[in-house]
């Protein structure tokens, strides 16, 4: 294909803002698919994806589009992840393109989520075309909407094209859009091959499908290619485009978007971002920007039932094929058995990895509360990652402490702004700014600990907003802090997997709720028991189990026999699964209960 003739674009929405129902018009306009072949939004391929309704792996369709001026283009349209834990993956599948069509609903105005994939299209250099879908709907509002993109992002929306995806008005003067203002990618220059990879996926029966876009040079069937990243070599076994079914070329020249099969079986072979050169010639450099997209947050997770450990092992396993940023490693612990210790990029990633577990897997889990990377600083000063907080030295072992922190931004409607930034201020946010998107709505970024993030935040958010509100974070750096790690003591004996790291300001109470929740969950013992939270040897919050009474029935008699039946049931199940703590007694029941998530 003729250069001039492609246009390489993706679309940039907030969830549900109509990004799939669009992309569907947008193909089905250019008969790309016969109308009862298409299925209902075409772009999401995984069956989790449509259920959640949320984007993850990319994918690719290549649109034949006969444009007013007589000549029919080739329009790539590249879809991206939409949640800022893919941001890796969104700036790269980005970098593939030359425009961005920004949807943004137009009876909801922009959304947090929205604003951080905008911002990594503007750092590509992206030509971006604001479309206001769902103009069809009594509530939209365009004018409105177009001002808050102009008042949020800066964006000239003179240009905006209002439409609908649903009915379709303003379909064509997308396209005609996409041809007028979207660049074509620049001609081959002479020099090696170079192709970005944007996307690899999984595929039983072919391997790693990788997808790419080709910055310079040409890619046949047959050719021997080579990843830059890892010097692997491999030849090109097929090649072809999506439309978005797989259709197979010859070959595929500069500025084209593609897939390749070459008997890679991992997608950690063929990663997200590297650049595929020829073995024969091969390019000096890369293309820019590979990067190892590194797991921020960490949690254990451990089969209910013991027996399902290899399982939990090949279900890893499997999942890791397709997804390069999952990081898992065995971890064994006294009180909870054997399980993993896995690394994700943010929370959306790990509830993906879990739900598919448990579902595709049956797999019943216990998830531990998770907790970010930490940095201890050893007393020469190097810096070591923390990854689990009972792994942090003792205090007498480091000379300092680190944790991530984050640039959270908010979108509220102006009513709530108090409340938002009284809850960023109880998690240790500093107020960087706050601006009015319209006289209603307000924009407020603070930065703030990761680890104040991933616990409840999203739903206080949420719940302190009536929902309105939204709220989108980046990773900033690793920043000193005072941070403790609190250990609890059962019986004088340690319990290593309760120990947390936190400020040194919030020990006191995190240790109290602590306390206070295994004190509920233990059973009573024949003697006292003492439970504290300790810095290091220091108590800083305790509570204590008083001694049994002889019968645990005595407490009901003449009560009712189905309770009796179920206290001795409890007991019984307790004898099973006690884990002695010295000489206390401790049922996995309890140590799950403090540390699940769910
Ligand atoms: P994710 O895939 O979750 O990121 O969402 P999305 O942005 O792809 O949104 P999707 O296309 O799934 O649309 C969300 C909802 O809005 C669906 O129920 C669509 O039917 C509806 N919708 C999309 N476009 C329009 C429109 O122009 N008008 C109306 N009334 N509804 C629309």
């Given at each position: 294909?003729?250069?001039?003739?492609?246009?390489?674009f993706?679309i940039v929405a907030?969830?549900?803002h109509g990004k799939s129902t669009l992309a569907d018009r947008l193909l089905e306009y250019c008969?790309?698919?016969?109308?009862?072949?298409?299925?209902?939004?075409?772009?999401?391929?995984?069956?989790?994806?449509?259920?959640?309704?949320?984007?993850?792996?990319?994918?690719?369709?290549?649109i034949?589009y006969?444009a007013e001026?007589?000549?029919?283009?080739?329009l790539?349209l590249?879809?991206?992840?939409?949640?800022?834990?893919?941001?890796?993956?969104?700036?790269?599948?980005?970098?593939?393109?030359?425009g961005a069509l920004l949807v943004v609903d137009a009876s909801q105005?922009?959304?947090?989520?929205?604003?951080?994939?905008?911002?990594?299209?503007?750092?590509?250099?992206?030509?971006i075309i604001t479309v206001l879908n769902k103009i069809d709907l009594p509530?939209a509002d365009p004018y409105?909407i177009a001002?808050?993109v102009?008042?949020?992002?800066?964006?000239?929306c003179t240009e905006a094209i209002p439409a609908s995806a649903k009915t379709g008005v303003g379909i064509q003067e997308i396209l005609e859009a996409v041809v007028k203002n979207v660049?074509?990618?620049?001609?081959?220059?002479?020099?090696?091959?170079?192709?970005?990879?944007?996307?690899?996926?999984?595929?039983?029966?072919?391997?790693?499908?990788?997808?790419?876009?080709?910055?310079?040079?040409?890619?046949?069937?047959?050719?021997?290619?080579?990843?830059?990243?890892?010097?692997?070599?491999?030849?090109?076994?097929?090649?072809?485009?999506?439309?978005?079914?797989?259709?197979?070329?010859?070959?595929?020249?500069?500025?084209?978007?593609?897939?390749?099969?070459?008997?890679?079986?991992?997608?950690?072979?063929?990663?997200?971002?590297?650049?595929?050169?020829?073995?024969?010639?091969?390019?000096?450099?890369?293309?820019?920007?590979?990067?190892?997209?590194?797991?921020?947050?960490?949690?254990?997770?451990?089969?209910?039932?013991?027996?399902?450990?290899?399982?939990?092992?090949?279900?890893?396993?499997?999942?890791?094929?397709?997804?390069?940023?999952?990081?898992?490693?065995?971890?064994?612990?006294?009180?909870?058995?054997?399980?993993?210790?896995?690394?994700?990029?943010?929370?959306?990633?790990?509830?993906?990895?879990?739900?598919?577990?448990?579902?595709?897997?049956?797999?019943?889990?216990?998830?531990?509360?998770?907790?970010?990377?930490?940095?201890?600083?050893?007393?020469?000063?190097?810096?070591?990652?923390?990854?689990?907080?009972?792994?942090?030295?003792?205090?007498?072992?480091?000379?300092?402490?680190?944790?991530?922190?984050?640039?959270?931004?908010?979108?509220?409607?102006?009513?709530?702004?108090?409340?938002?930034?009284?809850?960023?201020?109880?998690?240790?946010?500093?107020?960087?700014?706050?601006?009015?998107?319209?006289?209603?709505?307000?924009?407020?970024?603070?930065?703030?600990?990761?680890?104040?993030?991933?616990?409840?935040?999203?739903?206080?958010?949420?719940?302190?907003?009536?929902?309105?509100?939204?709220?989108?974070?980046?990773?900033?750096?690793?920043?000193?802090?005072?941070?403790?790690?609190?250990?609890?003591?059962?019986?004088?004996?340690?319990?290593?997997?309760?120990?947390?790291?936190?400020?040194?300001?919030?020990?006191?109470?995190?240790?109290?709720?602590?306390?206070?929740?295994?004190?509920?969950?233990?059973?009573?013992?024949?003697?006292?028991?003492?439970?504290?939270?300790?810095?290091?040897?220091?108590?800083?919050?305790?509570?204590?189990?008083?001694?049994?009474?002889?019968?645990?029935?005595?407490?009901?008699?003449?009560?009712?026999?189905?309770?009796?039946?179920?206290?001795?049931?409890?007991?019984?199940?307790?004898?099973?699964?006690?884990?002695?703590?010295?000489?206390?007694?401790?049922?996995?029941?309890?140590?799950?209960?403090?540390?699940?998530?769910?």
């Amino acid at each position: 294909t003729d250069v001039s003739l492609i246009r390489n674009f993706s679309i940039v929405a907030h969830i549900d803002h109509g990004k799939s129902t669009l992309a569907d018009r947008l193909l089905e306009y250019c008969d790309a698919v016969a109308k009862r072949e298409m299925k209902k939004q075409l772009l999401d391929s995984m069956d989790l994806e449509r259920e959640r309704g949320i984007t993850i792996k990319l994918n690719a369709a290549r649109i034949e589009y006969p444009a007013e001026d007589g000549k029919t283009y080739v329009l790539n349209l590249i879809d991206t992840p939409g949640h800022v834990d893919f941001s890796y993956e969104v700036s790269r599948s980005l970098a593939a393109c030359e425009g961005a069509l920004l949807v943004v609903d137009a009876s909801q105005g922009v959304e947090a989520q929205t604003l951080a994939n905008v911002y990594l299209a503007l750092e590509n250099d992206l030509e971006i075309i604001t479309v206001l879908n769902k103009i069809d709907l009594p509530a939209a509002d365009p004018y409105r909407i177009a001002e808050e993109v102009e008042a949020t992002i800066g964006l000239d929306c003179t240009e905006a094209i209002p439409a609908s995806a649903k009915t379709g008005v303003g379909i064509q003067e997308i396209l005609e859009a996409v041809v007028k203002n979207v660049p074509p990618p620049p001609g081959p220059t002479g020099g090696p091959l170079r192709a970005l990879i944007y996307d690899s996926v999984y595929d039983e029966y072919k391997g790693v499908i990788v997808y790419f876009r080709i910055v310079d040079g040409e890619i046949r069937r047959g050719d021997k290619i080579k990843f830059m990243a890892n010097g692997v070599e491999r030849e090109v076994i097929e090649v072809g485009v999506r439309k978005p079914g797989a259709y197979e070329m010859e070959r595929l020249g500069t500025g084209e978007v593609g897939y390749m099969v070459c008997g890679v079986k991992n997608v950690l072979d063929a990663r997200v971002g590297d650049t595929i050169t020829s073995a024969k010639e091969p390019s000096e450099e890369p293309l820019d920007g590979y990067e190892e997209a590194k797991p921020m947050v960490f949690c254990g997770l451990y089969p209910t039932d013991a027996e399902d450990y290899e399982i939990l092992r090949d279900s890893l396993g499997k999942l890791k094929l397709n997804d390069a940023a999952l990081a898992y490693e065995p971890e064994a612990s006294s009180a909870m058995g054997f399980g993993f210790r896995c690394g994700f990029l943010g929370l959306l990633h790990m509830e993906i990895v879990q739900e598919r577990l448990e579902r595709e897997y049956n797999l019943d889990l216990v998830i531990t509360a998770p907790s970010v990377v930490y940095k201890a600083r050893t007393p020469k000063g190097e810096l070591i990652d923390v990854d689990s907080p009972f792994k942090m030295p003792d205090a007498d072992k480091r000379s300092g402490t680190q944790e991530p922190f984050v640039r959270l931004e908010m979108l509220t409607p102006q009513e709530y702004t108090g409340t938002l930034m009284e809850l960023c201020q109880s998690r240790r946010g500093v107020l960087m700014d706050m601006k009015f998107v319209t006289s209603a709505r307000g924009s407020i970024i603070y930065e703030i600990p990761l680890a104040e993030v991933i616990t409840d935040f999203f739903d206080q958010v949420k719940s302190r907003s009536k929902g309105y509100a939204s709220m989108e974070y980046q990773i900033l750096e690793w920043r000193d802090q005072d941070l403790v790690r609190l250990d609890i003591k059962i019986n004088g004996e340690d319990a290593p997997p309760l120990s947390t790291v936190c400020h040194r300001d919030q020990a006191h109470q995190r240790g109290k709720v602590l306390t206070e929740k295994l004190k509920q969950l233990i059973p009573r013992q024949m003697f006292r028991v003492p439970i504290q939270a300790c810095i290091g040897v220091k108590p800083v919050a305790s509570s204590a189990i008083p001694p049994m009474r002889k019968d645990v029935l005595a407490k009901c008699y003449g009560g009712d026999i189905s309770r009796k039946k179920k206290l001795l049931n409890k007991q019984a199940k307790g004898k099973k699964r006690m884990k002695s703590m010295g000489r206390v007694n401790v049922p996995q029941e309890a140590f799950m209960a403090v540390l699940d998530l769910g």
